[in-house]
């Protein structure tokens, strides 16, 4: 096997895996607030929303031309770089996986990236204000925003309506929270799906083996569909988790608000040109259902700290991305021993992961996810 | 640096007043179809129907919900453009 076929492959299995990570990572974007309030079976749910993740991976056509949009120099990436960069991004999306906290898989993949090209291309290879006026802006824009409307849809919506959480009124709520809870699932995977498609494409092109200018072939649409679908169905119970019952006990006239608002602003951002994250426009949702709503209790110290792991999301996938492309750009040794330390990380997380397991039998049952086994499991 | 203030606030009004709109019409839908009242008999609910009236105007909201979930579909699903 040749050099460029052997990084090629390499390059393509981790985007792969990165792109089953961004489905797990992601599910509970969709189908946190549906399975809190009980409005669909947990197993229901996550089929759901793969379905709708893949369907939303075919359906969409225009795959990304650029890897970054201009957040690094792309004409210096090179395939090692990408493979660093997803390394990064794989291993701080299971990092925070394991501490229950929901994070953007497009910022951790920048982040990846940018400190494999700093590493790879120096300073100048990255596009500093760029940086700031696509991730740290909107970063903070996207939950203010999200929690801003679903709360003013929340407040209203009690308003109008007394007794709210009782049937039968929130039978209604619970049909109406799972249709846009599928809006955002098909949205997702139209905007998420092509990520992947769009970096093994390119890394295609670069190497050789597809024509520039082309389009994904369609065993690459398929591959990468299938990653996100699978990784959607696997759930992601930990961040499901906390984003159903760790933020705001969700009732289903909440999470009909939070849901719809996701939806607005997930479209209204892609349709007229401001990206915001799918994670951080939920997560902002799901606050403001609890803000909104008299009494509600929002717990501000989980909330505290998935906006600390958004902070680190960008430096602490850099840290990971830089270290790999030091040691995957001295030749395929390094790389090889990169792809080892990426597998044996992932398996080392999982193991910790094992210890106070979150699944789909007991993802409603407690607001934590914690690392250690609680000492209390069973309450009196 | 080049920051696009336009868009941000177009898609931050945007967000708000549609993801009001929506909430707001379909639990007007919600309140007109449950306006019958109930009353509690041995700890359940039995709710009366609504008078036709308010069924008509009950479902005209859920209607009109359906037709925006019909409109986010166009958005999302490229092949519509």
């Known amino acids: 096997m040749s050099t460029t076929l052997f990084l090629v492959s390499l390059v393509i299995i981790t985007a792969l895996f990165f792109d089953f990570t961004n489905g797990f990572h992601d599910s509970a974007n969709a189908m946190a607030t549906s399975v809190a309030t009980g409005a669909l079976q947990p197993k229901v749910a996550v089929l759901i929303a793969a379905v709708l993740n893949v369907a939303g991976a075919f359906l969409s056509t225009e795959v990304a031309k650029t890897i970054s949009g201009g957040i690094v120099n792309d004409a210096l990436v090179t395939p090692t770089m990408i493979f660093a960069g997803l390394v990064g991004a794989i291993l701080w999306n299971l990092m925070t996986w394991l501490l229950g906290l929901p994070s953007s898989s497009s910022h951790a993949l920048f982040g990846g990236l940018i400190g494999a090209v700093l590493i790879g291309a120096g300073v100048s290879g990255v596009n500093f204000s760029v940086v700031v006026s696509k991730i740290v802006l909107p970063a903070i824009v996207a939950p203010v925003v999200a929690a801003l409307a679903a709360g003013a ?228 | 640096m080049n920051i696009d203030w336009a868009s941000l606030a177009l898609v931050a009004i945007t967000t708000v007043v549609a993801a009001v709109a929506i909430v707001g019409i379909f639990s007007l839908g919600v309140a007109a179809l449950t306006s019958g009242g109930g009353r509690e008999t041995g700890g359940s609910i039995v709710t009366n129907p609504p008078s036709a009236a308010a069924k008509i105007a009950g479902y005209a909201c859920v209607g009109i919900s359906g037709l925006l979930v019909l409109y986010g579909l166009y958005l999302i699903i490229p092949q519509f453009h």
């Open chain 1, 153 to 380: 849809a929340t407040f209203i919506l009690y308003k109008m309506i007394k007794r709210a959480d009782s049937e039968p009124r929130a039978g209604w709520f619970r049909y109406a929270q799972t249709v846009s809870a599928s809006m955002v699932a098909l949205a997702h995977g139209t905007s998420d799906g092509q990520k992947t498609m769009g970096v093994i494409t390119l890394v295609l092109i670069t190497a050789g083996y597809q024509d520039s200018g082309t389009g994904p072939q369609f065993w690459v649409v398929a591959a990468a569909g299938l990653a996100i679908g699978i990784g959607t169905y696997s759930g992601g119970w930990r961040i499901m988790r906390t984003m159903g019952k760790g933020i705001v006990d969700v009732h289903a006239p909440q999470g009909f608000a939070a849901e719809t608002t996701s939806a607005a602003a997930i479209l209204a951002s892609s349709h007229m040109g401001f990206g915001l994250s799918t994670t951080q426009v939920c997560s902002g949702s799901i606050i403001g259902s609890g803000v909104g709503k008299k009494l509600a209790h929002v717990r501000w110290t989980t909330a505290r700290k998935i906006f600390y792991g958004w902070l680190l999301t960008l430096p602490a996938a850099a840290l990971v991305g830089g270290a790999a492309a030091a040691i995957a750009l001295t030749g395929t040794l390094g790389l090889v021993i990169v792809f080892a330390a990426l597998i044996a990380g992932a398996l080392a997380i999982y193991a910790i992961s094992k210890r106070a397991p979150v699944s789909s039998s007991n993802v409603n049952d407690s607001a934590d996810v914690t690392i250690n086994p609680e000492k209390t499991s069973v309450s009196a």
